[in-house]
């Protein structure tokens, strides 16, 4: 039986990743697991403190690690038939989201040992059976290639963040996440039947068969857009995503990008620097006739909005998304 791999990306939140890997030792599954912990290059004591909670857990013949990783360019190395309970990764450098992700991503593919992989948000904490809830769903419907689960607020656990993902309004440039903000006792009554544009990011089961043919993730997004990059690539070759209700995952959020709550700005600014840049760069990827029409509604939405809260020191990231975005375009 070929096995589960749980990847977690940590950049400078251990300890956000330790209370993962804790809820994820407390789980109850039906097929062998593995941890894969990619550190992104940190720079602080995360791997140190992730290699010590290792050792805690596990016997020294159940860890494998990695630095500078020989599978990270694409090789397959030769000692990786095998598929160990705890990995940990260090990927030499802060690559973002997609491109931390890929570096666990490609080590899995290259064992050739894994059937599913999990990604999940080192600021996630999952339910005891929200695992086999999506495995279980999976093999029972395998048309979908990805699936999302219940995605509740960590810190108001009677309240939905979403429904496996959102919708996307490609000429607005906004989303709406399905259910969100609804009861989580109102949210499990509705049918399982949803339409999704893309799979909520914070938790993203994935068929490794699909995953050989569509390819990683899309690194060119260093944060934010990876999600609906990969759903668009799933379904323009026919596969299929959806929402496995009973699989419970509790997200706490901007643990990386910040928020006006903890009044962050550098985090905030850098922030709305990707989210923008991401925005144009999709748009040109996947809607490129719209591209002007976005380009002018986005920064005059934006701007107004800015105005509106009082947050001029955003105005800079905006702008420089925007310089960044069409140098890259005309080749300047």
Known sequence: MKSIGIIVLNWRGWRDTLACLDSLQ????????SLIVCDNGSGDESFAQILSWAQHNYTPSEIEIFSNPPFSN???GENLTKCLPFVLIQTGANLGFAGGNNVGIRYALATGQYEYLWLLNNDTVVDAHALSALYDYAIAHPNFALLGSTVIDYYQRDTVQCAGGCRYLPLLTIFKPIFGGQLLSTVMLHDETIKLDYVYGAAMFLKVDAMQNVGLLNDEYFLFYEELDYAQRLKRQGYEIGWCKNSLVYHKGSASVGSVREGNRDKL????Y???LSTLKYTANFYRYWLPLVMVSRFVGKSLVLISRRE?????PLFRAYRDFIRHRLGW
């Open 26 to 33: 407390n789980h109850t599954y039906t097929v062998p697991i």
């Open 74 to 76: 694409g090789e397959t």
């Open 269 to 272: 600014r850098l922030a709305n």
């Open 312 to 316: 001029f020191y955003l105005f800079a």
């Open 274 to 276: 990707y989210e923008n």
